[in-house]
């Protein structure tokens, strides 16, 4: 087999500073040059991403196209093949000969304290009840006091709208409300960057909404994102770029508005045809295809480059028109 | 057609008064539930009927043959009796010591350590490669002639234990595995390190799902604490088996033991479904 190349120059040609980064801003998450293989599968075939602070990316594409593959790739829970990541300057090489090395495993915990994961399963500890799930990292991972991680918890419980069910267990919560517990644990560990792996894909369709809400608020104020997901919806609102991949490299990157709403490469377009459940041609008379031209204006009242502080509307989201089915 | 209120007015009663009557659904339901409860009631009567039946009409054979002496039961049943808290300490001391033995070997056999695996494995494979009333005498008999001299209790609780330990070990392993992925993806996402993974998040979850095994693993070692009236621990058996065949009265001797076990696993079971009752209502949590 060819050698395969690897430079840790490379920059990601379509990253740009989002709308609510601060000016001069160095990228938060570099993947560079990433390749994966299980076995001999070829999963990611060398992507390049760079991502600024308070900037919200969405990975979109099929399933096994790769998308979820370098999300778990940024904080180690896959051990990249080749190349290197990047998390607020801490910079980790992919060691798949020696991934149990106590150095570079110390490496990815650092990696990991900077990024957090929300999971499609939201795989809260269902022994522990909701503030104890919330306050287990910052206790045991940043050696907080547990005066303090609580008062921190209970910040971000109340954030995401649960601060009364502090003392339930998972079990009794719904799923939405389980998602939204999972986001403030994330949120606890006050990570640089927040990685969500199709936070709404277990979800009862009339669920969705409220985590969407969650999530597009994190946006709104400048959390930094990456988001896999099948929420076109999501993506056209909060993210300032959208990556979509295929076959393991990038097929089209850039603004939604451009890879969404009118997409070039063919591929995206069969993709987004699929996802929406017919041919991608914007039309007025259906509630299933893309808005018309009337709705996109109507939806841009709430993009978030036309954001700021206390302009939110009360962004609805019923379970038909904006739920896509996964592609 | 004339619809009855709620429903579709096919169910309901014809007599001779009446006519034709559509029932209340309300009214259908309760006798639904009436007729269930009386079923239920019936069957369990029913039950306890046959069991008086045939071990009443058992003992008032045996007593009616004349061949059952109820002197020995009167002077010797207490002896015999006196032997329970000898089998409850044995069984409860070797339910506790074997979970030790279980949690040591269930991480033995999920390290990926080579050497830490193969002497889990080892034990486990031994263990249960070899009968348990040999292990029991070979603590008692064999290990002496190494100098190793342990008291009969110790021994025989060291033997039990270290017995039941390995198969409890592969329960515990078997815990641990049930506790799907996405634990430990979330663990190592928050940055925890693998042991305070194990320690917070997959045991205290896998415990709770084991505990209904060790609960079950208890009730058989009740029983096999028999075995260690070999080594002349003076438990339910051993004084059974010594009044009986001191007096030529093994029938009794042997029925009054085997009672007081029955009795022990009925309570102990029991005590169990509500365990798992318990443990049931508790997946709520989960």
Not at chain 1, 227 to 232: A, D, G, L, R
Not at chain 2, 112 to 139: D, E, H, K, M, W
Request: proline share 6%.
């Amino acid at each position: 087999m060819d050698p395969i190349p690897v430079s840790a120059d490379h920059h990601d040609p379509y990253a740009k500073p989002g709308t609510l980064t601060p000016a001069g801003a160095e990228p938060v998450v570099r993947a560079i040059d990433l390749q994966k293989f299980y076995g001999s599968n070829h999963v990611l075939r060398g992507v390049t991403m760079e991502v600024f602070p308070s900037e919200t990316v969405c990975l979109i594409g099929k399933s096994g196209s790769g998308k979820s593959t370098l999300l778990r790739c940024i904080n180690f829970l896959e051990e990249p093949t080749v190349g290197f990541i990047e998390v607020d300057g801490l910079r980790v090489a992919a060691d798949p000969l020696r991934p149990r090395n106590r150095q570079h495993q110390e490496q990815i915990r650092q990696i990991r304290l900077r990024a957090q994961m929300v999971f499609q399963e939201f795989n809260l500890f269902p022994h522990m009840k909701v503030i104890d799930n919330l306050v287990e990292g910052p206790i045991r991972v940043k050696g907080l006091s547990r005066d303090q991680a609580i008062a921190t918890a209970e910040k971000y419980l109340d954030k995401v709208g649960l601060a009364e069910k502090r003392d339930e267990y998972p079990g009794r919560l719904s799923g939405g409300q389980k998602q939204r517990v999972a986001i403030a644990r994330a949120l606890t560990m006050e990570p640089k960057v927040l990685l969500f792996d199709e936070p709404t894909s277990a979800l009862d369709p009339t669920l969705v909404g409220e985590v969407i809400n969650v999530m597009e608020e994190l946006a709104h104020e400048g959390a930094t994102m990456i988001v896999v997901t099948h929420e076109m919806a999501f993506a056209r609102e909060a993210a300032d770029r959208v990556y979509f991949i295929e076959g393991g490299t990038f097929v089209e990157v850039g603004p939604p508005d451009q890879v969404i709403e009118s997409p070039r490469d063919p591929r995206t377009r069969e993709f987004l045809a699929r996802t929406f459940g017919k041919a991608h041609v914007p039309s007025a008379d259906t509630d299933t295809a893309l808005p018309s031209d009337a709705d996109t204006r109507a939806t841009q009242v709430r993009l978030k480059s036309q954001w700021s502080p206390g302009s939110q509307g009360a962004t609805s989201y019923g379970p038909v028109g904006h739920r896509n089915e996964p592609g | 057609m004339a619809m009855g209120v709620g429903g579709p007015g096919l169910i309901g009663r014809v007599s001779a008064e009446d006519g034709f009557r559509l029932a209340h659904p309300d009214v259908i339901v309760a006798q639904i539930a009436a007729s269930r409860a009386r079923a239920g009631l019936r069957f369990r009567m029913i039950f306890v009927l046959t069991w008086i039946v045939l071990v009443g009409g058992l003992a008032a054979a045996l007593a009616e043959s004349g061949k059952v002496d109820p002197s020995f039961i009167a002077k010797w049943g207490p002896f015999i009796l006196q032997g329970i808290p000898v089998t409850l300490f044995v069984s409860v001391c070797s339910i506790v010591l074997a979970v030790v033995f279980a949690l040591f070997g269930a991480l033995g056999r999920l390290s990926r350590n080579p050497p830490i695996y193969a002497i889990a494995t080892l034990y486990v494979s031994l263990v249960r490669g070899t009968p348990l009333i040999v292990q029991i005498i070979f603590v008692y008999l064999a290990l002496p002639q190494f100098g190793i001299v342990l008291d009969a209790l110790t021994g025989g609780i060291l033997a039990l234990s270290f017995n039941y330990g390995a198969y409890l070990t592969e329960i515990f392993r078997a815990g641990v595995e049930a506790i799907p992925r996405g634990q430990r993806e979330a663990a190592q996402a928050l940055g925890m390190t693998e042991r305070s993974i194990m320690r917070r998040v997959i045991l205290p979850q896998a415990i709770r799902i084991v505990i209904p095994a060790i609960g079950n693993d208890f009730i058989s070692m009740t029983k096999d604490s028999a075995l260690v009236s070999l080594v002349t621990i003076q438990e339910v058996f051993w004084r059974a088996q010594n009044a009986g065949t001191q007096s030529f009265r093994t029938f009794e001797a042997l029925m009054i033991a085997a009672m007081v076990y029955w009795v022990m696993t009925i309570v102990f079971s029991l005590g169990q479904e509500r365990l798992e009752k318990r443990m049931a209502e508790g997946d709520v949590r989960l």
